[in-house]
């Protein structure tokens, strides 16, 4: 063992570490993980370099463009309210929610699907006296197995097609993976269906509590110079009984009040900070008296005059802005907004909204001005959630039309290998904009560049554990583990590892650091790499045991109000089905 692998091992934990400890965002720690690899001689300037100009990569963003015009249309939402009709039962209705939404997930981001779905899951279960817990952590697991039925359903399919590509192996076909994806997916369904609602759990979020269904947000209020509220106590002004809202802290001249209960007097200038419903909210800020504590700029008033919009937004996993305080992110300048509530699944313990620290699945309710649509619709700092009509966009029929048209022609040329599937994504991009179905600025704005980055970055890793023989040198070891099991245990080893790695840190990363051992396996087996990589693709997906492996997880981790353990109790037995079939299939069809 060379010098050169014990230090990238080092520098592997140590990215790992930061990954699971979630200490900055993912793209930051692979960028600083090749850097140090770069500096120490361990991998060349150049070869840090390879995977940002990698195929896979590459591909991973010019998808996102085409995806995102298809969600851009509306298409996709009204297709959604059209197939979901009421459930007579609770298994039912889950089978109606899981089909659609797998499918879907095989060519769109399964994170906008997700999002789609929620709210209509939300409001049958409203209707029918069922916890969303019972729902929304079998649409995640449906659209993460519905995402490796295609080569463009995930980017962790890509990611290894590109690494494969790029050492000379043929890659997977457009429907190769469905060998797989397709059983696990309708296994996976089966199997929620039937034993789901007795595995989940019974959980009530705080927004499954209220009547209308809505979040809990936690908003500002300054008392004014008026006798409805100013010298009343917090009884007789009717706050206290008041049982919609709930009145965390006060704060006189800065100064947080220690002590105060049903007795305590207000004054002019004390500002509240308050929890409740947005209904609830919005009724107690149109009461004399009381005034939303706002910079004006984006006041209630523009609100109501039609000015501005008010829209729900949920902060994902691979913001910029996470780690940093609502306060020093100045909305305005960055997304003309301000942020008027915020809804996090446990209490804030911040004294004011500017100090509130920015989370992955916070869901921050904004006063949105005119240039919202073009500062921020389609960056990948937050999903949009209340959108009941789209407020931005009115396209002609063609224009809302046409992205669907060619995502299917993209979609056939590719499956009969025809044109590669990177060549037909770049195809249709130029279309879309050669025909102004979308500006050069809009397809920009669409590129997940986080993402990307940590697909590069990873690359880089990948790489300098090949050229250091970090990656044959792990090969070797994992084959004197279990070559008393043979291929079989091979398989089975190499699945569980990967599996382990996208639980704790990135799908793509965990595909990155497995995808070269397994090479190296092969080479050492003397058998075909294609199952092996296929492993590899598949267990990078499979995120089931955590909420942190994948977006759509902790998007539902916050929107159900879920334990931690919630995910071990239906994910453990998800993710050995899925291994079992996956192994299976992988023996029978490529061995």
Same mark, same amino acid.
């Given at each position: 063992?060379?010098?050169?692998?014990?230090?990238?091992?080092?520098?592997?934990?140590?990215?790992?570490?930061?990954?699971?400890?979630?200490?900055?965002?993912?793209?930051?720690?692979?960028?600083?993980?090749?850097?140090?690899?770069?500096?120490?001689?361990?991998?060349?300037?150049?070869?840090?370099?390879?995977?940002?100009?990698?195929?896979?990569?590459?591909?991973?963003?010019? %998808?996102?463009?085409? @995806?995102?015009?298809?969600?851009?249309?509306?298409?996709?939402?009204?297709?959604?309210?059209?197939?979901?009709?009421?459930?007579?039962?609770?298994?039912?209705?889950?089978?109606?929610?899981?089909?659609?939404?797998?499918?879907?997930?095989?060519?769109?981001?399964?994170?906008?699907?997700?999002? /789609?779905?929620?709210?209509?899951?939300?409001?049958?279960?409203?209707? #029918?006296?069922?916890?969303?817990?019972?729902?929304?952590?079998?649409?995640?697991?449906?659209?993460? /197995?519905?995402?490796?039925?295609?080569?463009?359903?995930?980017? /962790?399919?890509?990611?290894?097609?590109?690494?494969?590509?790029?050492?000379?192996?043929?890659?997977?076909?457009?429907?190769?993976?469905?060998?797989?994806?397709?059983?696990?997916?309708?296994?996976?369904?089966?199997?929620?269906?039937?034993?789901?609602?007795?595995? %989940?759990?019974?959980?009530?979020?705080?927004?499954?509590?209220?009547?209308?269904?809505?979040?809990?947000?936690?908003?500002? $209020?300054?008392?004014?110079?008026?006798? @409805?509220? #100013?010298?009343?106590?917090?009884?007789?002004?009717?706050?206290?009984?008041?049982?919609?809202?709930?009145?965390?802290?006060?704060?006189?001249?800065?100064?947080?009040?220690? #002590?105060?209960?049903?007795?305590?007097?207000?004054?002019?200038?004390?500002?509240?900070?308050?929890?409740?419903?947005?209904?609830?909210?919005?009724?107690?800020?149109?009461?004399?008296?009381?005034?939303?504590?706002?910079?004006?700029?984006?006041?209630?008033?523009?609100?109501?005059?039609?000015?501005?919009?008010?829209?729900?937004?949920?902060?994902?996993?691979?913001?910029?802005?996470?780690?940093? /305080?609502?306060?020093?992110?100045?909305?305005?300048?960055?997304?003309?907004?301000?942020?008027?509530?915020?809804?996090?699944?446990?209490?804030?313990?911040?004294?004011? %909204?500017?100090?509130?620290?920015?989370?992955?699945?916070?869901?921050?309710?904004?006063?949105?001005?005119?240039?919202?649509?073009?500062?921020?619709?389609? #960056?990948?700092?937050?999903?949009?959630?209340?959108?009941?009509?789209?407020?931005?966009?009115?396209?002609?029929?063609?224009?809302?039309?046409?992205?669907?048209?060619?995502?299917?022609?993209?979609?056939?040329?590719?499956?009969?290998?025809?044109?590669?599937? $990177?060549?037909?994504?770049?195809?249709?991009?130029?279309?879309? %904009?050669?025909?102004?179905?979308?500006?050069?600025?809009? @397809?920009?704005?669409?590129?997940?560049?986080?993402?990307?980055?940590?697909?590069?970055?990873?690359?880089?890793?990948?790489?300098?554990?090949?050229?250091?023989?970090?990656?044959?040198?792990?090969?070797?070891?994992?084959?004197?583990?279990?070559?008393?099991?043979?291929?079989?245990?091979?398989?089975?080893?190499?699945?569980?590892?990967?599996?382990?790695?996208?639980?704790?840190?990135?799908?793509?990363?965990?595909?990155?650091?497995?995808?070269?051992?397994?090479?190296?396996?092969?080479?050492?087996?003397?058998?075909?790499?294609?199952?092996?990589?296929?492993?590899?693709?598949?267990? @990078?997906?499979?995120?089931?045991?955590?909420?942190?492996?994948?977006?759509?997880?902790?998007?539902?981790?916050?929107?159900?109000?879920?334990?931690?353990?919630?995910?071990?109790?239906?994910?453990?037995?998800?993710?050995?089905?899925?291994?079992?079939?996956?192994?299976?299939?992988?023996?029978?069809?490529?061995?």
């Amino acid at each position: 063992m060379t010098w050169e692998i014990i230090a990238l091992g080092l520098i592997i934990v140590v990215m790992m570490g930061a990954l699971i400890k979630e200490l900055a965002p993912p793209e930051i720690i692979l960028l600083l993980a090749l850097g140090v690899l770069v500096v120490s001689g361990i991998l060349s300037f150049s070869d840090a370099l390879t995977g940002f100009t990698n195929q896979g990569m590459l591909t991973v963003g010019l %998808l996102c463009i085409v @995806a995102g015009s298809v969600q851009r249309s509306g298409l996709v939402e009204t297709f959604i309210n059209r197939i979901l009709s009421k459930g007579e039962t609770q298994r039912q209705s889950l089978l109606r929610i899981l089909i659609p939404s797998s499918i879907l997930s095989g060519f769109l981001n399964n994170t906008p699907i997700v999002a /789609t779905f929620s709210p209509l899951v939300r409001q049958w279960c409203e209707r #029918h006296n069922v916890s969303p817990s019972k729902f929304l952590l079998p649409l995640s697991y449906a659209t993460i /197995t519905g995402g490796t039925m295609t080569l463009i359903g995930t980017s /962790t399919n890509l990611v290894v097609h590109g690494m494969l590509v790029e050492r000379g192996y043929d890659g997977f076909s457009f429907f190769q993976l469905s060998i797989i994806g397709v059983p696990i997916t309708i296994g996976l369904i089966i199997f929620i269906v039937l034993l789901g609602p007795v595995l %989940l759990p019974d959980r009530t979020p705080p927004s499954y509590l209220l009547k209308d269904d809505r979040k809990r947000f936690m908003m500002e $209020f300054v008392v004014g110079n008026t006798e @409805a509220y #100013h010298l009343k106590t917090i009884r007789s002004s009717g706050l206290w009984t008041e049982k919609s809202i709930e009145i965390k802290d006060i704060y006189r001249k800065q100064k947080r009040q220690l #002590h105060w209960d049903e007795k305590f007097i207000l004054q002019e200038g004390d500002r509240l900070w308050v929890k409740g419903t947005l209904d609830a909210l919005a009724a107690m800020e149109r009461k004399e008296g009381i005034e939303h504590h706002s910079s004006g700029q984006y006041g209630i008033n523009k609100l109501r005059d039609g000015e501005n919009k008010l829209l729900e937004v949920v902060v994902t996993h691979y913001s910029s802005l996470l780690f940093q /305080t609502i306060g020093s992110v100045s909305f305005t300048d960055r997304f003309d907004a301000e942020v008027a509530g915020v809804h996090r699944h446990q209490d804030v313990q911040e004294s004011s %909204l500017n100090d509130i620290p920015v989370k992955p699945g916070d869901t921050l309710l904004l006063l949105a001005g005119p240039q919202f649509e073009e500062k921020t619709l389609h #960056h990948n700092e937050f999903t949009v959630l209340t959108k009941k009509e789209n407020p931005f966009f009115h396209l002609p029929s063609w224009k809302a039309v046409l992205p669907v048209v060619l995502m299917s022609a993209m979609v056939v040329l590719s499956a009969l290998q025809i044109v590669p599937i $990177f060549y037909a994504s770049l195809a249709v991009t130029g279309l879309l %904009l050669l025909l102004r179905v979308m500006t050069v600025k809009e @397809a920009v704005d669409y590129i997940p560049i986080p993402i990307l980055l940590v697909i590069a970055a990873a690359f880089g890793v990948g790489e300098a554990m090949l050229q250091t023989g970090a990656a044959a040198f792990g090969a070797g070891q994992l084959i004197n583990w279990v070559q008393p099991f043979g291929i079989i245990g091979i398989f089975i080893v190499i699945y569980i590892v990967t599996n382990l790695f996208t639980e704790m840190i990135t799908n793509n990363a965990a595909a990155i650091i497995m995808l070269p051992i397994s090479i190296e396996a092969a080479g050492l087996l003397d058998i075909d790499i294609l199952p092996l990589a296929v492993i590899v693709a598949i267990a @990078a997906s499979a995120s089931f045991i955590t909420p942190i492996g994948y977006q759509t997880n902790l998007f539902v981790y916050h929107q159900a109000g879920y334990r931690f353990t919630d995910f071990m109790r239906l994910g453990i037995p998800v993710s050995f089905f899925v291994m079992l079939i996956t192994v299976t299939i992988t023996w029978i069809v490529w061995v």
